[in-house]
């Protein structure tokens, strides 16, 4: 596989860490601006009426349009730079958040959800533009560190439903919005792309193409699909699961999914930490296998202790596979083709997030239980550790 070239000469620590900072402060308010509809759920479900189907369909909208939008903005930001491709789509995501401040039905509901879809694709921009300034033996830290802003997805949980019970249910929405507008001039006003950086000249068709039919990016393309969708998925529908099984009001399913996804959002630096120095591929087994065991385990539905035990270490193990993810792939795709060879990787582990959700409604609406959907994520786990151990690790050392 061919190896980046190392982060161009020139580059000061002090740049570095401005850049990594900016991005994901910018990634953390655009993933809550993307999460914004999954902690209203139950509320559009009551007041509305929604069946639990159309709630799954309204709260995974964004998640699709995110994650095949990577793929474009993967290929912009290949070719003008991150800087002005994350600025713009900062400030463009806040007519969508404005716009699902003022409807109450259903049809412009999943309208907003389709535009808000947007601020979950800014992931595919980060990644090149924190890769670009720093070297390769850094390079897992740095990206597990921008993978931090993940946390949108908690802060949305924590946040949205306070703000709409204190202060009205479009005070959540008037307050992203600025937060959106803040973060998209500071990019604009205050990033750079990486010294060095060269904009691609190929049409972005035979760029995603060829970063496409790359080996290592089908690879990470469906153990991302894996590990992030198993995150997203959760974050958006785990609040529900909790309610339907264990009885939970809204706020503490709410926290509680919150904390899932906060503890794994903070592993997620240790994942690249650890990749850095032990191999990715070696990382992702273990984070796999950990995964199989937790999903078996909570699909019996135990008692609430031992669920939230099973849920946390599979929170953890989520985030060291997201972290591993990406500081395989930042050392093993040409330094042009990283942000089209994310859209890809990143628009799997969107897709990952889409299906589940919809999957586990119809189950539920099916048998009035949530085993059979667990079991399948244990067994695509257990499948993934299988050919990480097996096929992934000792083609890393040859």
Known sequence: MPAVPPAVAGTTTANRIRALILATVAFAVNFWAWALLSPLGPVYKELLGLSAFAVSVLVAVPVIVGSLGRTVLGGLTDRYGGRIVFSITTLLGVVPVLFLAYVDSYPALLAGGLLLGMTGATFAIGVPFVNAWFPPERRGLALGVFGMGNIGTAISGFATPWLAQEFGRRAPFYTVAVALAVVGLLMLALGRDAPGTKPATEPFLTRFTAAARLRVTKEMAGIYALTFGGLVAFGVYLPLYLQSVYGLTVPDAAARS????????????????????????????????????????????????LATVGFLVMAAALGLG????????????????VGSATGVVGAAGGLGGFLPPIIMGLIYQATGAYAIGLMLLAAMAFGAFVYCWFILRPNART
Not at 276 to 297: H, Q
Not at 324 to 334: D, E, K, Q, S, Y
């Open 258 to 305: 919150a904390g899932f996804v906060v503890l794994a959002t903070l592993t997620r630096p240790v994942g690249g930490w650890t990749a850095d120095r032990f191999g990715g591929e070696t990382v992702l087994s273990w984070a796999l296998v950990v995964v199989f065991a937790c999903a078996v385990i909570v699909s019996f539905a135990p008692a609430m202790p």
């Open 322 to 337: 997201n972290g591993a993810v990406f500081a395989v792939l930042g050392r093993a795709v040409p330094a042009s083709m």
